[in-house]
Structure formats: structure tokens, C-alpha cells
């Protein structure tokens, strides 16, 4: 034991004073997780969501059609419900303002206090607001902002025109419905009697008044024989008979719908998936963007790929001791092939160990990735973590004595296993998250190490706060992981050659 | 009759169908420095190979203290300290701390250890440097630690192969200081090396080998007269008489030259140039030139292998 004690510590100490090495080993992961950390955006690792962005800002607390409900979230509504849109709302216009700032949004579609007011307001009537132009609706008149980024034009067009078709949506059944309601209306009969100037058909007795022509409203006032009330049921029953006869004429409309889905008779047809959501903010706080969602991937993603570095390190080791000639003089001690096995893969294992202790405690500090979820303590999360992290290690110091039992060089440990290293991280998703990939080729993911190691760190550190991770899936990827690593040391101690 | 301290008996050693090692015998007595001098790819770094166990032979046996040499004989190997041709240092240790982890591999601590250690590094004159990494040492410096680190755990045998290879002359005589403090505190060495000088300045019998072979093995004096020495010269005039007194002299036989030079070869150079001056004397014959051709280890080498050792 004292042998391999002595070898232990003569190779951490070698390693511990090799500059290279602790960069490799623990300066270079972090760094990466820093540098992606600041430059990715926060929705990173998640499988992108093509649907075009509406954000908004709602400050209109009026009544619309419905009592009580603005016609913001009328808007609202028929955004949601248009395919390939999902709407953000978004708390504050200050919130707004800072992301369109930050270059994080095109444009931000702002219902002001005004804006249901407007809305009912609208008409085709001369007193009523007119609120159309060529292109579409005037924002301003109906009190509505769209704010832009100007560094994003095309996106803000975009999202300017799909605002301007639902505003149409909304606004246009409105006035319709209001206009087709007047058509009832007293007042218009009053008018439609003073505008209808009919021939008087000569048999008719009142041909005694000598007028060629007699208008509707004189015709009605003759009919109702001077009584009012008669005179005004006459006149209901005018507007009445318009209507029906024009619903009758445009009968694949409801003209007295004010809602697109009640004019068009289309309110079946509403699409499913309609998504609201408000904005979180997921991209973390102050320069290190602490607590960022994106950590959740990348910390796990270098994590396992740093670990895999110790292919090289381990490779280094075993040919510097050949090269230099101190295997062959450690061969002469009183030593065991065992001894030396040993005094190589301890420091190995421990010192994968230490870099994934070191690498998991300064992304808990530096970036607050979590260890699990909140309601477990800190034991029940080691308890879980604890066996991710050496199954890990075990299965990294497997591959990394595969390599150096084929390299006989330095170079030919950087070229192996560099390129080993490489290829696994990319197939095992530590470059492209797995949920980034197609579909069909995620299974491939599996066929490495790293694979299985991301699904189970992913589990413990890629949680929300109360996401309970599935402890099913750590278990099996311990288990697969520790097979693969004594598979590997058993062939590597079988390939091995010291001499 | 008592075992010899190291039996070497019909070694061979086959690499494919190359042959390293071709029978060779020979034994090493207790306390004596024991010389395998020989071109490099004679053979002498794969025979301390199979001697320090790291080597199996192909045929042939080994015995030390007369217990046979097997590898993976873990207890007598603690028996036997190997300085090996190359450095064999960890350059990011300090000199303390290689020799610390080398000790330690043979499972000495406490104390007594760090005493050894002291001992150690006052010996190889690297008392001042203990605690600077080894990579910042001179050649010289490196060449006396890889001697150290053979000594730290005590053994009774002590192989050197190549130890002065690309060393300055102050760390050469260091070398050879301990070497000969190491043989007068009653260790037994094995030296090997393609430097003639140092083999002879320090070795108590030679073994010559080449191509595999041990081509003699003896004491200096005895291998030297396996060539004859040589006397020349030419004398202003050489009476009858005196050509004569010259033929009869004994060890020596004449040769003349049509140059009128005259050479007298002979074993004892010595013996033989102290006659020959009695005789010129007694003839007051006037010595005109003279040369003479002592036998040497190089000679001898170039006599038995039909190369010069540098070859």
C-alpha cells in the first residue's frame, strides 16, 4: 500500500506542478463555460421554437365588447390564435424598452390606457372615429404602439404586419356589426323615409295629392294613418325587413357579428395551440448572467467533455515515464505490474474527481446552476451527484488507459487520443446540445460515454427549481457508465505494456 | 571452493532472429569492480538488462549469491541497484524528492531513511541543490543524481551502465570518487563503458565483448599480455656482436629493418628496455633513435575484435 501511496504522490505532484496540465484540467473548462456563458443566447440547448415572437405591453384596462374585457385582449386573442405565432406579454413598458435597448426584441406591440376607448369609438358613422388608412390601421389613432428595434427592420415588418392584419380582424367586424345594427335604428328608417323617393302609381287614390313621386317616409306616415306608435312599428319593421333581407343577400356572413370568427361564421375553425406567455427573464443577472438558463446545458456539456481530457493526460503520463526512462528504472524496484497499474489510475481517477469537484462547486458560485432541486438539501443532492461524478471519472479513466496502453508517443497520445476525445464529444452532445439534433440521429448520443453521463448530469443540474429529476435515468447511467469504465481498464490492463 | 557473488553461465539472448547475447560466462567475486568494456551494440546494456532482472534470457543463467535470477523476483532485486545509460530522473522533482520517492519504493522511511538521503546527496556533491527541481541541473548534476537514486535503498550490487556518458570531467572524477568509496566500503559494482581509460583506472578484471560475445576476461595486467610490447630503434653502429647479444635476449625477439632500424618485441616492456640499455652500454654503442610501443587495453581490444573500440 505504501508503494502505491508512493506513486500516488509523486504523480500528483508531477501533474500539480505541470502547468499545462491544470490549465487543461481546470483553467480551460471554466473558461469555456464563461466564454460561452456570456456570448450564447438563453435559449440555447432548448429545440428552437420557429413560431414568430409577438411581444407586448398591455396597459389598456378598458371595456370592449364583452363587459369588463379591454379590446387588448381581444387582440390578444386572435394573435394568439394565428397559426405559427405565440404572444409574450411582458410586465412593464420599462422591461420593454430595456429589451428592445438590448437589441433582444424586434418590436413590442404597446396597448395603451386609451385603447379599448378608441376601439368603441371606431365607426362608419360620421361622428365615429375613422381609424383606417391605405395600408391598414393608424396605431396612433387607436392608441397603440408598436415600438422597433432599428437594428432589426425586417423582423419589426414582419411583426408590424401581422399586428396590422389582427387589428383589422378586430377592429373592421366591430364597425360592421355596429353599422348593420343601425340599419334598425329609427333614425335611419327616418332618413332611408327621406332619401326613397318613389312614382306614385296612378291607380293609386292619393293620385288626388297631384305629385308624381311620394317618399317612403310619407308612404309609411299614410299607412300608419297619423298614429306614431303605428307609424314606428311600420318604420322597425322596414329596418327589420333590410336586414333580413340583406342577411338573407350575404347570407355566408353574419353581418351583425362584430368579431372576425362571428362575421366570417369561422369561429369554429379557431386554431388550436393559441400560446400566451409572459416574459421571464432567463438570461441571468450581472456579468457572469448568474443563474442564466443556458448554464443548465453548458456546465454539464464541458463538464463531461473536460472530463474526457484526462485521455490526455493520462496518455502523457504513462509515455513521459517511458521516454525519460523512469519505468524502466521503477521496473527494477521491488514492484508489482499491479504497482504500477495502480499508481497510475488512482492519481488519474483522483484528479478527474478534483476537476469535476472544482468545475461543479465554481459553476454553483460563479453561475448558480443548481445540483438538483431546491426542496432536496444539499446531502440528498451530494447523495445523487456523488456517484454521476465517479462513474464518470471511472469511465474517462478507462478510455484514457486505453490510449495510453496503444500510444507510444506524445504525439501519438495528442493525435488518438485527441481526436477521441473530440469525435465523442461531438457525437455524445457536448458541442450540440441533443436536443439541438435531429430527431432521428439523438439515439447516436448513446453509443458514447459522454452520452450517458450528459443524461445523467443533465437530470441533476438541468432542472427548473421544482423539476424532480428522474432518478430512474441517473441510476442507469451510472450503471452503464461504470460498466463501460471496467470494461475498458480491464481490456487496457490486459493491453498494457511496460516495457 | 566459495560461489562466485555473480554467476553469468551460457547467456544467450535472441531478439527474432537477431542474437544480442551469444553464451556468455563469467563470474563477478564479492567486493570487486568488474569492467565489461566493449563498442555500444556489444551486448553490455541487454547482459545488465537479464543481470538487474528486467530481462529473461534466452538460455543460460544468472545467479546472485548464488540464488538464480528470475524476473518478477521482487526480493532480490532489493538486492541489486541499477544506474541505467539514460537519465532516468523526474525532471519536476527536486533531487531530495526523487531520491524520497525512489527509497520509498522499496518501502524505507523514518529517520534512518532521511539520513541515507543526507548521506546521499553529500556524496554525489549535491548537498546544495537538494531542493531545486532536477530539470534546472547540469548534465554532470543529472548524471550524479542517476547514480544516487541506485544507492538510496542499499544494495549489495550495484550496475552501472554507461554512467559518465556525456558528462563534464568535475562530475566524471566525482563518479569515479564514489565508485571507488562504494568498492572500498565493500560493494560489489558491475562497469560498463566504451571508454578504455575509465575501465582501466577503476576495474579490478575486464570483461571484453563485442558482437555478443565475451571475447576475454581477466585482470588488466594478464589481458595486456596477450599483446606483445615493441622496443625500436637505431643505433650508429651495430657490431656483429651486439646483433648477436640482442637475439639472445630473453622474452624479446629481433627484428631489423632495411632502414637499419632494429625492434625488439616483448612481453615485459619494462624488463626487456632495462636489458637493452645494459647492453648498449656495455657495447658503448650510440643510441641514434628511439621508440617505444607499450601494449594498451586498445590494442588488445583491436587485437582480439579486428576493430578499434570507437568503431
Known sequence: MSIVWAL????????????????????????????????????????????????????????????????????????????????????????????IHEHKRAAILVFQSHFSERINDCSFLADGLNPFHRDG?????????????????????????????????????????????RLSDPEFIQLLGEKVNLPVPKQFPFNMLRKEKIKLGELLKMASSGNPDTAQMYKKKVGDGVQAALAEQFKKYNLRGKTWASLTKSSEDAREGAEVSSYENREGSGPLRYGGEHYKYLVPMFVVMFVFFLVLIAGWVFVAERRQGTLRRLQTAP???????????????????????????????????????????????????????????????GLALLIAAVARSELQVAIYGGLLVLVLAVVGGCVLPREMMPETTQFITLLTPQGWALDAYRELLGGSQEYQPNTAIIVRSCGVLAALGAASLGLASWLLRLD | MTAAFLEVREVSKHYGSTLALDR??????????????????????????????????????????????????????RLIGVVPQELALYGDLSARENLHFFGELYGICGPEFHRRVAQILAAIGLEDKAGDRVRTFSGGMKRRLNLGIALVHGPRLLLLDEPTVGVDPQSR???????????????????????????????????????????ACDTLPRLLQILPGALRFTVASLTPALRERLKNLPGASLSEGEDGRLELECADVKGTLVELMRLLQQAQAELVSFDIEETNLERVFLHLTGRQLRD
Open chain 2, 173 to 215: 572524477n566525482h563518479i569515479f570518487e564514489e565508485v571507488r568509496r562504494l568498492n572500498g566500503e565493500g560493494m560489489t559494482l558491475v562497469y560498463t563503458s566504451h571508454y578504455m581509460e575509465e575501465v582501466q583506472a577503476l576495474c579490478s578484471r575486464i570483461g571484453i565483448m563485442d558482437h555478443g560475445r565475451i571475447k
Open chain 1, 335 to 397: 514492484l508489482t505490474r499491479g504497482h504500477i497499474l495502480m499508481g497510475k489510475m488512482v492519481p488519474c481517477f483522483a484528479l478527474s474527481v478534483g476537476q469535476t469537484l472544482f468545475l461543479l462547486i465554481a459553476s454553483r458560485w460563479l453561475f448558480g446552476v443548481r445540483w438538483g432541486p431546491d426542496n432536496w438539501p444539499l446531502g440528498e443532492q451530494l447523495a445523487w451527484l456523488l456517484p454521476v461524478v465517479l462513474s464518470t471519472s471511472l469511465a474517462a479513466m
Open chain 2, 24 to 77: 556468455v560466462s563469467f563470474d563477478v567475486q564479492e567486493g570487486e569492480i568488474f569492467g565489461l568494456l566493449g563498442p555500444n551494440g556489444a551486448g553490455k546494456t541487454t547482459l545488465l538488462s537479464i543481470v538487474s532482472c528486467l530481462l529473461e534470457p534466452t538460455s543460460g543463467e544468472v545467479r546472485l549469491l548464488g540464488r538464480p535470477l528470475v524476473l518478477g523476483d521482487r526480493e532480490v532485486r
Open chain 1, 137 to 181: 390601421v393608424y396605431l396612433d389613432k387607436v392608441d397603440v404602439q408598436l415600438w422597433k428595434d432599428e437594428k432589426q427592420p425586417a423582423t419589426a415588418a414582419v411583426i408590424e404586419q401581422v399586428v396590422q392584419v389582427s387589428l383589422l380582424r378586430v377592429i373592421l367586424p366591430w364597425m360592421i356589426g355596429r353599422a348593420f345594427e
Open chain 1, 8 to 99: 500516488v504522490k509523486k504523480e500528483l505532484r508531477l501533474v500539480l506542478r505541470d502547468p499545462v496540465a491544470l490549465i487543461l484540467l481546470f483553467v480551460l473548462p471554466l473558461l469555456f463555460i464563461l466564454v460561452f456563458g456570456l456570448f450564447v443566447g438563453d435559449s440555447f440547448g432548448q429545440k428552437p421554437d420557429k413560431r414568430l415572437r409577438i411581444s407586448l405591453v398591455d396597459l389598456d384596462h378598458g371595456s370592449g365588447l364583452n363587459k369588463g374585457e379591454p379590446w387588448s385582449h381581444v387582440v390578444r386573442r386572435d394573435l394568439a390564435e394565428t397559426a405559427n405565432i405565440r404572444i409574450e406579454i411582458i410586465d412593464s413598458p420599462e422591461e420593454a424598452e430595456r429589451l
